[in-house]
DNA sequence: TTGGGCTGACGTCAGCCATT
DNA sequence: AATGGCTGACGTCAGCCCAA
């Protein structure tokens, strides 16, 4: 193998490498900004769940306490 | 163990919070339907108590709109029923 | 002003916007990591409280049920 | 609007999250501190219970340690108290 | 053990927007 | 209108970690 050969495999294999990771890179960045997202929503799912439940035990609880008497 | 409670790919995290979620929604839902009951029974109670407070509007000016539409879901439900 | 000032000049405030955004880039990095970990335990809390809160209303709706009998 | 929901900077971000979860969890204690009272009764109605049921078990066996230290708490409180 | 897939962190460019 | 502060998105380097 001729070295003028051997120089350019390894440009193209840096190449390849360097487009693998770019791409590599935008999917790492679009899952990430979907798990971000993701989170958010969970939150605000929890959310709206943890407002009702207390609401539902404050109900529960008076209707006990009303019950007691 | 069959799988890492915090995992690196972001794939495995959005579907392990996907799992959490889809069951916490499920539990949340089972409790809250079996309260219909309950809900039934404190309709009743909050309705006389409404239509003992409202009374007193009786023959006066019409009700604030404005006021009603920010109002909890619970009223809305004692209006259109 | 000579032309060899001038292009320095233009240097130089390059230079100062590149390293501004340098540190600014670094600063924010910061924070949305410190924010990404903030939803994590927030989303944690929240989990533990509603788990918390379904418990208590399975116990007092049992205890509801046992006193109408 | 004196605060947007959703602002660009990370800090406005985090200050409003842990603002609102400060008022959640004031909302949850006050929720489950009130329910000590309930927890009381609760107590109470289950102590009977258990009375009433370990009252065939007098002059037989002693109770099964192993089963004992599985069941939840509110089990060992009536134990321990 | 090691190559390759993902991700953390960096610097740079472009763009939004509150402030001036 | 114009400026500067933050952030979104990109490409690159370094490193971890698991399946070959």
Known sequence: ???????????????????????????CRRKKK???KCLENRVAVLENQNKTLIEELKALKDLYCRKAD | LAMA?????????????N??????????????KDLSLTRALH???????LAQSRSNFYGGSL????QIINAPLEFHAAFYS
């Open chain 2, 19 to 32: 799992q959490k979620q889809a069951e916490e929604t499920a539990a949340f839902d089972e409790v809250m």
């Open chain 2, 63 to 66: 009700p604030n709109v404005n």
């Open chain 2, 5 to 17: 409670a915090n995992p690196r790919k972001f794939s495995e995290k959005i579907a392990l919070h």
């Open chain 1, 34 to 36: 979907e798990y971000v």
């Open chain 2, 43 to 49: 309709f009743k109670a909050q309705q006389l108590q």
């Open chain 1, 1 to 27: 193998p001729s070295p003028q050969g051997v120089a350019e495999e390894a440009t193209r294999k840096r190449e390849m490498r360097l487009l693998k990771n770019r791409e590599a890179a935008r999917e």
